[in-house]
């Protein structure tokens, strides 16, 4: 019975299976932007949608010893092909000044019309944004729709 019940067992593990990317490394805050991955989703079957769609977790760790004492704050930006584009083919315009942050604004500029933020955009309809570190009060808080 014990035998029956492991090869149950390890059939039933390998007929489920999933692909996954995991990324682990350091990035320099000198650089301006930082393409971590391109990858894409299965696409989503609208009748049984909550069971197809696409899972993305991650965590971002600072290795200085005190949150307080960072300096440096980024945007994990998450976007579908369309918005992507536009965000990434304006990584290298800029306006006369040719400063980063006249970069940024072009390429937030499409991202930001859509993109829910508590804090810049609670309006937003789609999940894009993570700003890293995370704030310490939204630790203990899972975000599972734009407008949680």
């Given at each position: 019975?014990?035998l029956?019940?492991?090869?149950?067992?390890?059939?039933?593990?390998?007929?489920?299976?999933?692909?996954?990317?995991?990324?682990?490394?350091t990035?320099?805050?000198?650089?301006f932007?930082t393409?971590?991955?391109?990858?894409?989703f299965?696409?989503?079957d609208?009748?049984?949608h909550?069971?197809?769609l696409?899972?993305i977790?991650g965590?971002?760790?600072?290795?200085?010893?005190?949150?307080?004492?960072l300096?440096?704050?980024?945007?994990l930006?998450?976007?579908?092909?369309?918005n992507?584009l536009?965000f990434?083919?304006n990584?290298?315009?800029?306006?006369?000044?040719?400063?980063?942050?006249?970069v940024?604004?072009?390429m937030?500029?499409?991202?930001?019309?859509?993109?829910?933020?508590?804090?810049?955009?609670?309006?937003?309809?789609q999940?894009f944004?993570?700003?890293?570190?995370a704030r310490?009060?939204?630790?203990?808080?899972?975000?599972?729709?734009?407008?949680?």
């Open positions: 019975m014990r029956l019940r492991a090869v149950f067992l390890l059939l039933a593990a390998t007929a489920w299976s999933a692909q996954c990317l995991h990324l682990r490394g990035f320099r805050t000198g650089q932007f393409f971590l991955a391109k990858f894409g299965k696409k989503t609208r009748h049984d909550e069971n197809t696409g899972y977790y965590n971002v760790t600072a290795t200085s010893a005190k949150r307080g004492d300096t440096h704050r980024g945007t930006v998450v976007a579908d092909r369309d992507f536009a990434y083919g990584r290298t315009q800029g306006y006369a000044d040719g400063s980063s942050a006249s940024c604004d072009l937030f500029a499409g991202i930001n019309r859509v993109a829910f933020d508590s804090n810049c955009n609670p309006n937003g309809t999940d944004l993570r700003t890293y570190p310490l009060e939204s630790y203990a808080r899972t975000r599972t729709s734009p407008v949680a």
